[in-house]
C-alpha cells in the first residue's frame, strides 16, 4: 500500500508539474514570438544595410531564446513538483490501478528522454551558430579594414539559391564570399579540389556546390541588369587558417589575413569600368532595401506556420490523451 501511495503521489506531482510547465511554456513561447515579430523591425528599415553575420546574429538570439525558455521550464517543473509532492498530490490519482500509474510514469519518463534530447540537439546547434557568427564577423571586419578604400562591401546579399555572407565590388571585379569555419586549430593544412574542401592530414571534406550555386545565382542577376556577362569570382574563406590566397579553378581560398592580395591579381578577366560599378552598387542597395520591406511579411508567414504546427500537435496530444485516459468508478 506505501508502494502504491507512493507511486500517486509521484504520478500526481509530476502530471501537476508537467501541467503547469506546459502553460509557462506557451506563454513564454508566445511572448517571444510576438517580440520578434513586431519588436525587431526598425524605425528606418529602409536605410538600415547588413551588418557582418548579421544573420547568424539573429538565429544566435533565437536559439538563446529558446534555450532560456527550455531552462527556465525545468526549473518551473522541478519547484511546482516539489510544492504539489508536499501537498499531498496523491490524491489526484486516488484509486486509480497500479499498472495505468507505471505507464503514466513511463510516458513521463519518455517525455523528459524527448526533451533532453531536443536540448542537446540546440546546444550543438547554438554552437554551430556562433562559429558562423564569430567567422562572418572575422571576415567582415577584415573586409572593411583592407577593402574599404577601393571597394563596396555588403554584407547577406540574398540570391534565389541562398544567401552571400559577404560581396566585394571593385574595379578588378566582382567577388562572393562564402564563409566556411571549422574549429580553430594551428597547422591544418586545406586544400581544394574541385567542389571540395579538404581539411587536415585525414582530408576531411566539405562541399562547396552550395557556394558555386550562389555565384552562379548572383551572376545571373548582374548579367540580366547589365544585359551582358559579369563575372563573378567565388571565394571560399576560412578564418583562424594559415593560408595563402589559393586558386581552385572554380574557388579561390583565402583567410582573414590574406584579403588584401585577393585586388592584387591582374584585372583582365573580371575588370569592372566606373559606369558598371555605379550601376551594380545601385542594384544592390536597392535589392536589399525590398528585401528589408518583405522581410516582416516573412517573419509573419513563419511564426503562422510554427504556431500552426503546435496547434496541431497539440490539438493531437489533447485528443490521444483524452482517448486514453481510463474510466474511473468509485471503489470502496
Given at each position: 500500500m506505501?508502494?502504491v ?7 500526481g506531482?509530476a ?5 503547469s510547465?506546459?502553460?509557462f ?6 511572448w ?5 515579430v513586431?519588436g525587431?523591425?526598425?524605425?528606418f ?11 547568424h ?9 529558446r534555450?532560456s ?9 522541478s519547484?511546482v513538483y ?5 501537498l499531498d498530490a496523491?490524491?489526484?490519482f486516488?484509486?486509480?490501478p497500479?499498472?495505468?500509474?507505471y ?9 523528459g528522454?524527448v526533451?533532453?534530447?531536443r536540448?542537446?540537439?540546440?546546444l550543438?546547434?547554438r ?8 567567422a562572418?564577423?572575422a571576415i567582415?571586419?577584415q ?6 578604400a ?7 546579399v540574398e540570391t ?5 555572407d559577404?560581396v566585394?565590388?571593385?574595379g578588378?571585379?566582382v567577388?562572393?564570399?562564402?564563409v ?9 593544412q586545406l586544400?581544394?579540389?574541385?567542389q ?11 562541399s562547396?556546390v552550395?557556394?558555386?550555386?550562389r555565384r552562379?545565382a548572383?551572376?545571373q ?8 556577362d559579369?563575372?563573378?569570382r567565388?571565394?571560399i574563406?576560412?578564418?583562424g587558417?594559415?593560408?595563402e590566397t589559393?586558386n581552385?579553378g572554380?574557388?579561390l ?5 590574406s584579403?588584401?592580395?585577393l585586388f592584387d591579381?591582374p584585372?583582365?578577366?573580371?575588370a569592372?569600368?566606373v559606369?558598371?560599378?555605379?550601376a551594380?552598387?545601385?542594384l544592390l542597395?536597392?535589392r536589399?532595401?525590398?528585401?528589408s520591406?518583405w522581410?516582416l511579411l ?5 511564426t ?10 497539440w490539438?493531437?496530444?489533447?485528443s490521444?490523451?483524452s ?9 470502496t
Amino acid at each position: 500500500m506505501g508502494d502504491v501511495m507512493s507511486i500517486e503521489s509521484i504520478s500526481g506531482a509530476a502530471t501537476i508539474a508537467l501541467a503547469s510547465t506546459l502553460v509557462f511554456s506557451l506563454i513564454a513561447n508566445s511572448w517571444r514570438v510576438l517580440s520578434r515579430v513586431f519588436g525587431a523591425r526598425g524605425n528606418f528599415p529602409g536605410n538600415f544595410m547588413a551588418e557582418p553575420g548579421q544573420r547568424h546574429r539573429h538565429e544566435l538570439a533565437e536559439l538563446s531564446g529558446r534555450l532560456s525558455v527550455y531552462l527556465v521550464s525545468a526549473l518551473v517543473f522541478s519547484v511546482v513538483y516539489a510544492v504539489a509532492d508536499a501537498l499531498d498530490a496523491e490524491r489526484l490519482f486516488a484509486g486509480y490501478p497500479r499498472s495505468q500509474l507505471y505507464i503514466l510514469l513511463a510516458c513521463l519518463a519518455a517525455l523528459g528522454l524527448v526533451v533532453s534530447h531536443r536540448l542537446f540537439r540546440l546546444l550543438k546547434q547554438r554552437r554551430r551558430v556562433r562559429l558562423l557568427r564569430d567567422a562572418n564577423i572575422a571576415i567582415g571586419h577584415q573586409l572593411r579594414v583592407d577593402l574599404s578604400a577601393h571597394a563596396h562591401i555588403y554584407h547577406d546579399v540574398e540570391t534565389r539559391a541562398g544567401v552571400i555572407d559577404h560581396v566585394a565590388l571593385a574595379g578588378s571585379g566582382v567577388f562572393a564570399f562564402s564563409v566556411l569555419p571549422i574549429a580553430p586549430r594551428s597547422k591544418v593544412q586545406l586544400r581544394l579540389r574541385g567542389q571540395r574542401l579538404e581539411i587536415g592530414p585525414h582530408a576531411r571534406t566539405i562541399s562547396t556546390v552550395e557556394c558555386s550555386a550562389r555565384r552562379a545565382a548572383f551572376e545571373q542577376v548582374l548579367g540580366e541588369a547589365r544585359q551582358r556577362d559579369v563575372r563573378v569570382r567565388s571565394v571560399i574563406a576560412v578564418p583562424g587558417s594559415n593560408v595563402e590566397t589559393e586558386n581552385g579553378g572554380e574557388h579561390l581560398l583565402v583567410s582573414e589575413n590574406s584579403l588584401a592580395g585577393l585586388f592584387d591579381a591582374p584585372k583582365a578577366s573580371g575588370a569592372l569600368c566606373v559606369e558598371d560599378i555605379e550601376a551594380i552598387r545601385k542594384l544592390l542597395d536597392n535589392r536589399y532595401r525590398q528585401s528589408s520591406r518583405w522581410r516582416l511579411l516573412g517573419r509573419l508567414a513563419k511564426t503562422y506556420s510554427a504556431l500552426r504546427r503546435a496547434g496541431n500537435f497539440w490539438f493531437s496530444r489533447t485528443s490521444v490523451n483524452s482517448s486514453a485516459r481510463p474510466s474511473h468508478s468509485a471503489t470502496t
